[in-house]
């Protein structure tokens, strides 16, 4: 590696705003340099959100370890792809071998003048086809917090020098991740915020002149005691009756008594969603995921997160869409259309329908555990 290459790589590394075009401009710009066999970040992160990592059974809950993002590198076998982020070493640990202890102390390790024949070595026989000469790791830290690792495997000897070098840009890469990083945060909020505030601006124009209930009947008094007692709860609520009986009120009752009436209340009206677009009514859409889909949008799930999703005429979603439906309902958990990243959300259900529900399950046409 060419230390006097890596300033040209941070200029380019700074025109990238999104954290994929970052990442790969950090190893792509490394891996031009001579003598560079390959270069690698990994960045600390749940196994939860790791597409790679998550369907797997073998890994504790909830920990948090060392993935790979971002690699590159001129390999000596034309058939080889160095850009592949699933092989091998995809993960580890944090501590567990010389890239999990880096992140784990935050100490940089320098190996110059390999032979290929080291003990520590998982795979000497690659050290030696390639010619590695030196392995290199620095940490990414950001304000005192460790971000990932960088890695890099070269066919020189790096002197001191060079080493430093790797430090100060490691220290810029750092940077420049968790801008991206806050960046994609900024704009989905941003997403999410103006989303709510449209929404908002049609409820009220839909909600004038549409005060509390007014009655002192038995029966409505009963539906009010029933309001105050679940309203409290994080409870799924399912309000039966006929059209134009006044759900929607109960809905918003619920909502305005309960802890969650500081966020929105958020309304879906299932009977005027067509099926195919059901999918990204509630879970949102990433750009080109369809014809039309011309940008980001999140769902419905997305903008109730911490707030309450007012699911109206339940009934009418088909089938497959239950089947998603319940999943976000029971694990909290879901995909927009055309995006493999797991979201996750804090939401209420709170449903309506003029239909017999149970009836409607046992006639094969709604999902029995769906309305359980």
Same mark, same amino acid.
């Given at each position: 590696?060419?230390?006097?290459?890596?300033?040209?790589?941070?200029?380019?590394?700074?025109?990238?705003?999104?954290?994929?075009?970052?990442?790969?401009?950090?190893?792509?710009?490394?891996?031009?340099?001579?003598?560079?066999?390959?270069?690698?970040?990994?960045?600390?992160?749940?196994?939860?959100?790791?597409?790679?990592?998550?369907?797997?059974?073998?890994?504790?809950?909830?920990?948090?370890?060392?993935?790979?993002?971002?690699?590159?590198?001129?390999?000596?076998?034309?058939?080889?792809?160095?850009?592949?982020?699933?092989?091998?070493?995809?993960?580890?640990?944090?501590?567990?071998?010389?890239?999990?202890?880096?992140?784990?102390?935050?100490?940089?390790?320098?190996?110059?003048?390999?032979?290929?024949?080291?003990?520590?070595?998982?795979?000497?026989?690659?050290?030696?086809?390639?010619?590695?000469?030196?392995?290199?790791?620095?940490?990414?830290?950001?304000?005192?917090?460790?971000?990932?690792?960088?890695?890099?495997?070269?066919?020189?000897?790096?002197?001191?020098?060079?080493?430093?070098?790797?430090?100060?840009?490691?220290?810029?890469?750092?940077?420049?991740?968790?801008?991206?990083?806050?960046? %994609?945060?900024?704009?989905?909020?941003?997403?999410?915020?103006?989303?709510?505030?449209?929404?908002?601006?049609?409820?009220?124009?839909?909600?004038?002149?549409?005060?509390?209930?007014?009655?002192?009947?038995?029966?409505?008094?009963?539906?009010?005691?029933?309001? %105050?007692?679940?309203?409290?709860?994080?409870?799924?609520?399912?309000?039966?009756?006929?059209?134009?009986?006044?759900?929607?009120?109960?809905?918003?009752?619920?909502?305005?008594?309960?802890?969650?009436?500081?966020?929105?209340?958020?309304?879906?009206?299932?009977?005027?969603?067509?099926?195919?677009?059901?999918?990204?009514?509630?879970?949102?859409?990433?750009?080109?995921?369809?014809?039309?889909?011309?940008?980001?949008?999140?769902?419905?799930?997305?903008?109730?997160?911490?707030?309450?999703?007012?699911?109206?005429?339940?009934?009418?979603?088909?089938?497959?869409?239950?089947?998603?439906?319940?999943?976000?309902?029971? %694990?909290?958990?879901?995909?927009?259309?055309?995006?493999?990243?797991?979201?996750?959300?804090?939401?209420?259900?709170?449903?309506?329908?003029?239909?017999?529900?149970?009836?409607?399950?046992?006639?094969?046409?709604?999902?029995?555990?769906?309305?359980?």
């Amino acid at each position: 590696m060419n230390p006097k290459q890596l300033p040209q790589v941070m200029v380019t590394t700074a025109r990238h705003r999104g954290l994929c075009d970052v990442l790969r401009s950090i190893t792509d710009g490394i891996a031009q340099c001579p003598n560079t066999v390959l270069t690698r970040i990994w960045l600390v992160e749940p196994d939860a959100i790791c597409d790679l990592c998550r369907s797997r059974k073998d890994l504790p809950t909830g920990e948090r370890s060392l993935h790979l993002v971002a690699s590159a590198g001129i390999p000596g076998d034309p058939q080889a792809d160095y850009s592949r982020l699933d092989g091998d070493f995809h993960r580890f640990p944090l501590g567990e071998r010389k890239i999990g202890r880096v992140a784990a102390t935050g100490e940089p390790l320098w190996l110059a003048g390999l032979q290929g024949s080291e003990e520590w070595m998982a795979r000497p026989a690659w050290f030696t086809r390639e010619g590695v000469r030196t392995f290199a790791a620095q940490p990414l830290t950001y304000r005192g917090e460790i971000l990932g690792v960088l890695g890099l495997f070269d066919r020189g000897l790096l002197n001191e020098e060079a080493f430093e070098w790797l430090r100060i840009f490691a220290d810029y890469a750092a940077v420049s991740i968790a801008n991206a990083k806050a960046y %994609e945060e900024i704009d989905l909020l941003r997403a999410r915020l103006e989303e709510e505030n449209l929404y908002l601006r049609e409820e009220v124009t839909a909600a004038l002149g549409m005060g509390e209930f007014v009655g002192e009947s038995q029966a409505l008094q009963h539906v009010l005691r029933q309001v %105050e007692l679940v309203a409290p709860t994080d409870a799924a609520v399912l309000i039966t009756g006929e059209s134009g009986t006044g759900k929607e009120l109960v809905a918003r009752a619920i909502h305005d008594r309960s802890p969650r009436k500081d966020r929105a209340l958020i309304k879906v009206n299932c009977s005027a969603v067509p099926d195919t677009l059901f999918e990204s009514e509630f879970f949102g859409h990433v750009k080109g995921a369809f014809t039309g889909a011309l940008a980001d949008r999140p769902g419905r799930f997305e903008m109730a997160d911490h707030g309450t999703l007012f699911l109206d005429e339940i009934g009418e979603v088909p089938l497959p869409m239950q089947a998603k439906l319940l999943r976000v309902l029971q %694990e909290g958990e879901f995909e927009r259309v055309g995006e493999t990243k797991t979201r996750k959300v804090n939401v209420r259900i709170v449903a309506a329908t003029n239909r017999d529900l149970k009836r409607e399950a046992e006639a094969g046409r709604f999902r029995e555990d769906l309305f359980y």
